[in-house]
């Protein structure tokens, strides 16, 4: 929810190229305090200047909630729906 929240306040052109919904996974390494160490793309959405601006903004969104504990793994995929809004 922590980086959704933040994409939503971006505006990113490139979601009216999407002919409908569209998945992007991403990988988010934190530490306990959650501090993100590492973000990678793991899903495209096809449309780079989708994924580089979720990206970025996964890189600025730190730090994140603290994590639970899950036996000290650190890494978490992030599943992202972007959908074109249609008036």
Same mark, same amino acid.
């Given at each position: 929810?922590? /980086? =959704?929240?933040?994409?939503?306040?971006? #505006?990113? %052109?490139? &979601?009216?190229?999407? =002919?409908? @919904?569209?998945?992007?996974? /991403?990988?988010? $390494? /934190?530490?306990?305090?959650?501090?993100? !160490?590492?973000? #990678? +793309? &793991? !899903?495209?959405?096809? &449309?780079?200047? &989708?994924?580089? =601006?979720?990206?970025?903004? =996964?890189?600025?969104?730190? %730090?994140? @909630?603290? %994590? %639970?504990? $899950?036996?000290?793994?650190? #890494?978490?995929? +992030?599943? /992202? +729906?972007?959908? @074109?809004?249609?008036?």
């Amino acid at each position: 929810m922590h /980086l =959704a929240t933040r994409l939503e306040t971006l #505006r990113i %052109p490139a &979601i009216k190229e999407l =002919a409908g @919904p569209s998945t992007m996974g /991403l990988e988010l $390494q /934190l530490l306990e305090n959650g501090a993100l !160490t590492r973000a #990678r +793309v &793991i !899903t495209s959405t096809g &449309i780079e200047q &989708i994924d580089s =601006a979720t990206y970025r903004t =996964a890189l600025s969104a730190s %730090p994140y @909630p603290k %994590p %639970p504990d $899950q036996g000290g793994k650190n #890494r978490f995929e +992030v599943q /992202l +729906v972007f959908a @074109p809004s249609r008036l």
